[in-house]
């Protein structure tokens, strides 16, 4: 018997019903050249925005908004920076202490030189006890060179009057500078203070600030108006005197921190050209 399949004879196929619940396939949306242009420059501008806004006053204390003032972002950018100039000005005080070179050891007088010494002040000793006069004074012509004659001796000036105490009090009053203000604070060990004063472009404000005794890390900077500027930093200083010149128009002023082991009372006295002094 003959079993072969002829195809012909097969029954048609019929397209089955769709089952509810099963999902359709997904269908393309054609995006235009249009719609890509648009979506990009909204996302540009959103980024753009957030380093504007939020990034650059949080870590570089860049504000041109002034909305990072208003967050208090600038104020944590700052003291970012200033913690990071105080870690590279460690670093760098680090490798210095690392390069540098060790102290010479002391050098040994070799004993042969040393006897020989001894014989030579016994020698003298002697030639001093036979003409008489003291050893001090024959060690001394010894190793004195010749003198060639002595020129006369010029007539001395005339000692100039001394000036009374109320004098040089008076002196000492008039040539000391004029301060404006004069503030004190006390450091625990690794705290920090921050202390500006409100300038305009090109004033310029004398200042004295001193540790009393103790040492110091400190930034002088400003910043306004989307500037800011670093004039002068240092580790372990004592105190610092001289003028401030104003970069631009905003605060400008110091930053000290303390990184000792034991409290520091640092003292500032300001005078010249500013507005006010602020401190936080």
Same mark, same amino acid.
């Given at each position: ?87 590279? !000005?460690?670093?760098? %005080?680090? =490798? +210095?202490?690392?390069? /540098? &070179? @060790? #102290?010479?050891?002391?050098? $040994?007088?070799? *004993? ?9 002040? !016994?020698?003298?000793? %002697?030639? =001093? +006890?036979?003409?008489? /006069? &003291? @050893? #001090?004074?024959?060690?001394? $012509?010894?190793? *004195? ?13 005339? %000692? ?13 009053? $008039? ?106």
């Amino acid at each position: 018997m003959n079993n072969r399949f002829d195809i012909s004879k097969a029954p048609p196929l019929r397209a089955e019903p769709r089952q509810h619940g099963v999902a359709a396939p997904v269908q393309s949306v054609p995006a235009t050249s249009g719609g890509l242009i648009r979506s990009t420059l909204i996302a540009a501008g959103a980024a753009g925005a957030i380093l504007v806004l939020f990034w650059l006053p949080a870590e570089y204390g860049i504000d041109p908004t002034r909305v990072g003032a208003l967050t208090g972002l600038t104020e944590m950018g700052e003291i970012k920076q200033q913690l990071a100039a105080e870690a590279e !000005a460690d670093a760098q %005080a680090a =490798a +210095a202490e690392a390069v /540098a &070179p @060790p #102290a010479q050891a002391p050098v $040994a007088v070799p *004993a042969e030189i040393v006897q020989r010494l001894d014989r030579i002040d !016994a020698q003298l000793a %002697a030639l =001093a +006890a036979v003409i008489g /006069a &003291p @050893p #001090a004074a024959v060690e001394l $012509a010894a190793t *004195a060179p010749v003198e060639t004659a002595a020129a006369p001796a010029a007539p001395e000036a005339e %000692a100039a009057p001394t000036t009374g105490e109320p004098v040089e009090e008076a002196v000492a009053e $008039a040539a000391a500078p004029e301060w404006r203000d004069e503030i004190s604070y006390t450091l625990d060990p690794s705290e920090g203070i921050e202390v500006k004063l409100t300038m305009e472009e090109g004033q310029v404000a004398r200042f004295f600030w001193t540790a009393n005794g103790g040492v110091v890390n400190f930034d002088l900077h400003g910043d306004g108006g989307g500037q800011s500027i670093s004039y002068e930093q240092g580790r372990a200083v004592p105190e610092a005197t001289g003028d401030l010149i104003a970069a631009f128009t905003g605060n400008h002023g110091w930053f000290w921190r303390n990184r000792t082991e034991a409290p520091v009372t640092v003292t500032l006295r300001t005078g010249g050209e500013y507005a006010e002094l602020n401190a936080t």
